[in-house]
């Protein structure tokens, strides 16, 4: 049968703004997570971390936000640049599931040079 | 270091034909999951391993199976192919204890016709 692609939520940014993905986590039991970067042809490749005891983190050009209360990650890229373009991913590793970890459905970004 | 690696990177195969992928994971992680990534589903976890033994299972049917070496070398198999295993599969591994930053090798891309 036909099957259905994700319609992944889409960003575009010029080379050097700010870009910020943001990311909807299902288990309010979770308490580690992390953000990946795709690249096409490529695997995930691991961006920042967070535990669920921090509200903030911060890498190199990249920021990690963690909002408990309402189940939501964000992450910030400053100066976007075009290697940059890649699909983003959250993914949660709910408590008590060992290190089964829980993708979201990811986020398209595009640097426009 | 070496990162993961994954063979083949392509292979083509038939309905009712059963598969074998291998995955190598980084020198001294003993920690190797698999995933599933399609357009339809995105990211989903299959299982892991840790020391020759199978640690979580995720929500598939008993034609995908796994299985570790000794040397942390872990290969997964799929029986009875179905078109609907076309799919890019995702090998990562991880180092013990702390933090859960599994990283991934670049896949095998599989398709059933």
């Known amino acids: 049968g036909e099957s259905v692609g994700l319609h992944l939520p889409t960003l575009s940014v010029q080379e050097g703004d700010n870009s910020i993905i943001n990311c909807a986590y299902s288990?309010?039991?979770?308490?580690?997570f992390i953000w990946y970067k795709q690249e096409s042809g490529k695997g995930p490749q691991f961006i920042i971390d967070i535990r669920s005891n921090m509200d903030k983190r911060q890498g190199q050009r990249v920021t990690v936000l963690l909002n408990k209360t309402v189940k939501h990650l964000s992450l910030q890229i400053a100066a976007t640049q075009p290697g940059d373009s890649a699909v983003y991913f959250c993914a949660e590793n709910p408590l008590g599931s060992n290190y089964k970890l829980t993708f979201g459905k990811g986020t398209l970004l595009t640097v426009n040079p | 270091k070496a990162g993961v690696t994954q063979t083949p990177r392509y292979l083509i195969k038939t309905r009712g034909q059963q598969v074998t992928l291998s995955c190598s994971p980084i020198s001294g992680h003993r920690s190797v999951s698999w995933y599933q990534q399609t357009p339809g589903q995105g990211l989903q976890f299959l299982f892991e391993?840790?020391?020759?033994?199978?640690?979580n299972k995720g929500n598939f049917p008993g034609r995908f199976s796994g299985r570790q070496f000794s040397n942390s070398r872990s290969e997964m198999n799929v029986s009875t192919l179905e078109l609907g295993d076309s799919a890019l599969y995702l090998c990562?591994?991880?180092?013990?204890?702390?933090?859960?930053?599994?990283?991934f090798g670049a896949g095998t891309r599989l398709s059933v016709l």
């Open positions: 990562a591994s991880r180092a013990d204890g702390g933090r859960n930053i599994q990283y």
């Open positions: 288990n309010s039991a979770s308490d580690y």
């Open positions: 391993y840790f020391s020759e033994t199978q640690r």
